[in-house]
T-cell receptor
Framework: GDSVTQMEGPVTLSEEAFLTINCTYT??????LFWYVQYPGEGLQLLLK?????DKGSNKGFEATYRKETTSFHLEKGSVQVSDSAVYFC?????????????FGKGTKLSVKP | EPEVTQTPSHQVTQMGQEVILRCVPI?????FYWYRQILGQKVEFLVS????????KSEIFDDQFSVERPDGSNFTLKIRSTKLEDSAMYFC????????????FGPGTRLLVL
C-alpha cells in the first residue's frame, strides 16, 4: 500500500542554519503531497502542498518540490528561526475517487537554538 | 480564523470503559475525519464521514469504534470498550465542500488507557 518515509529526528539546528527534512513516498497512483507542522500544544497545520510532478510548494520560507523520478518531497528552508521549532509531518493523499484520507510519515521534531 | 476544536485535551480511563472524544469542525465544512497517533508512531487514518455516513474507514476502525454527528456542530468518536493499545493522540479534521480540499486539524485529545 501507499506509504511515506521521512527522516528520523530529532533535528537540532542553530538559528539561521539551512534545514532539510527528507521525505520519500510509495504510491500506486499520482498522489498529492503535503507538509504539515505541529507547534507545541497545537494541532496539525498545513505548511505547503504540491499536487503534481515538478510542482513546488512554498510558505513561510519553506519549500518542497514534488520529484516523481525520485518519489521525494524534501522540505527545505534557507535560514531557520527559533520559532520554527516544531514537529514536521510529510503526508500524501491519493487523487481521484476517494474522500482523500491522508497517509502520514512519523514526523520529524525540529529544535532551533538561538 | 475558524478552527477545529477538540475536547477534552487529555483523558485517562480504565481498560474496558467507554470513551467519547468530541470535535467541533469548521462550521461550513462537510467532510470530517479522525486520525490517531500512538506515541512514537505514524499518524494513522481511522475514518472519514460525509453526508451523515462513513465514507471510508481503515482496518483500525473495528466494531469497537463508532462515529456520530449528533447535531449540526459536533462530531464524536466513541470507543466502546477501551484497550491498552487504544492509548494515543486522537486528531479530528475537517475539509470543505470537496474531499480533495485541505484538511484542517484540531489540537488533538491525548487518551491514556490504564
Amino acid at each position: 500500500g501507499d506509504s511515506v518515509t521521512q527522516m528520523e529526528g530529532p533535528v537540532t539546528l542553530s538559528e539561521e542554519a539551512f534545514l532539510t527534512i527528507n521525505c520519500t513516498y510509495t504510491a500506486t497512483g499520482y498522489p498529492s503531497l503535503f507538509w504539515y507542522v505541529q507547534y507545541p500544544g497545537e494541532g496539525l497545520q498545513l505548511l505547503l502542498k504540491a499536487t503534481k510532478a515538478d510542482d513546488k510548494g512554498s510558505n513561510k520560507g519553506f519549500e518542497a518540490t514534488y520529484r516523481k523520478e525520485t518519489t521525494s518531497f524534501h522540505l527545505e528552508k534557507g535560514s531557520v528561526q527559533v520559532s520554527d521549532s516544531a514537529v514536521y509531518f510529510c503526508a500524501l493523499r491519493e487523487n481521484g475517487g476517494s474522500q482523500g484520507n491522508l497517509i502520514f510519515g512519523k514526523g520529524t521534531k525540529l529544535s532551533v537554538k538561538p | 480564523e475558524p478552527e477545529v476544536t477538540q475536547t477534552p485535551s487529555h483523558q485517562v480511563t480504565q481498560m474496558g470503559q467507554e470513551v467519547i472524544l468530541r470535535c467541533v469542525p469548521i462550521s461550513n465544512h462537510l467532510y470530517f475525519y479522525w486520525y490517531r497517533q500512538i506515541l512514537g508512531q505514524k499518524v494513522e487514518f481511522l475514518v472519514s464521514f460525509y453526508n451523515n455516513e462513513i465514507s471510508e474507514k481503515s482496518e483500525i476502525f473495528d466494531d469497537q469504534f463508532s462515529v456520530e454527528r449528533p447535531d449540526g456542530s459536533n462530531f464524536t468518536l466513541k470507543i466502546r470498550s477501551t484497550k491498552l493499545e487504544d492509548s494515543a493522540m486522537y486528531f479530528c479534521a475537517s475539509s470543505g465542500t470537496s474531499g480533495g480540499e485541505t484538511q484542517y486539524f484540531g489540537p488533538g485529545t491525548r487518551l491514556l488507557v490504564l
